[in-house]
Antibody
Framework: QLQLQESGSGLVKPSQTLSLTCAVSGGSISSGGYSWSWIRQPPGKGLEWIGYIYHSGSTYYNPSLKSRVTISVDRSKNQFSLKLSSVTAADTAVYYC????????????????WGQGTMVTVSS | DIQLTQSPSFLSASVGDRVTITCRASQGISSYLAWYQQKPGKAPKLLIYAASTLQSGVPSRFSGSGSGTEFTLTISSLQPEDFATYYCQQLNSYPFFGQGTRLEIK
């Protein structure tokens, strides 16, 4: 059964770059029909989509974060990563990685498998 | 951007009740809508995709309906494990989420 596990720095200083990795186990990140995504949730608030990396390697980001976000994939390590630059306290959140499954019969996606999440605090 | 508005934001109900949560989109999104359940301290769990298709393993008391701009998630008979926060998500363009509906025990 496919599992996702986030890892990375739990404390980042303001203006620095947040870096997280999502390790995929129980399956290959290169399997067709799937994309990979990052989502975050500030304490006590709702979910915010950050971006996708498609099977092709192309990326698609939330317009509100686009200038600061980079999502990449390392197929040799079966993992994908998030970098968010110039962080502020507003970037404090639980960060989740997720698999995005395309349901061809319906022409739409959904986020069907999620990691457990990792808390990142931005503070000096 | 397509905005999603869930109602109510908070719902108090009893075990065995039938409850309905509504998600309205600011413009038509066909059936490109998913529903998730999130319990405190846990990751969201996919319940329904394509507006009305039940994800494998999800109990049949959950159902979804709608298309265009108005969608509903219905739980036919609440069980103790259903008390959680529910989010809709549109996948027509950027995959934004609704603000959530917190379902609590009355």
């Amino acid at each position: 059964q496919l599992q996702l596990q986030e890892s990375g720095s739990g404390l980042v200083k303001p203006s620095q770059t947040l870096s997280l990795t999502c390790a995929v186990s129980g399956g290959s990140i290169s399997s067709g029909g799937y994309s990979w995504s990052w989502i975050r949730q500030p304490p006590g608030k709702g979910l915010e989509w950050i971006g996708y990396i498609y099977h092709s390697g192309s990326t698609y980001y939330n317009p509100s974060l686009k200038s600061r976000v980079t999502i990449s994939v390392d197929r040799s390590k079966n993992q994908f990563s998030l970098k968010l630059s110039s962080v502020t306290a507003a970037d404090t959140a639980v960060y989740y990685c997720a698999r995005v499954r395309y349901y061809g019969d319906y022409g739409t996606d959904a986020f069907d498998i999620w990691g457990q999440g990792t808390m990142v605090t931005v503070s000096s | 951007d397509i905005q999603l508005t869930q109602s109510p934001s908070f719902l108090s109900a009893s075990v065995g009740d039938r409850v309905t949560i509504t998600c309205r989109a600011s413009q038509g999104i066909s059936s490109y809508l998913a529903w998730y359940q999130q319990k405190p301290g846990k990751a969201p769990k996919l319940l329904i995709y394509a507006a009305s298709t039940l994800q494998s393993g999800v109990p049949s008391r959950f159902s979804g309906s709608g298309s265009g701009t108005e969608f509903t998630l219905t739980i036919s008979s609440l069980q103790p494990e259903d008390f959680a926060t529910y989010y809709c998500q549109q996948l027509n363009s950027y995959p934004f989420f609704g603000q959530g509906t917190r379902l609590e025990i009355k």
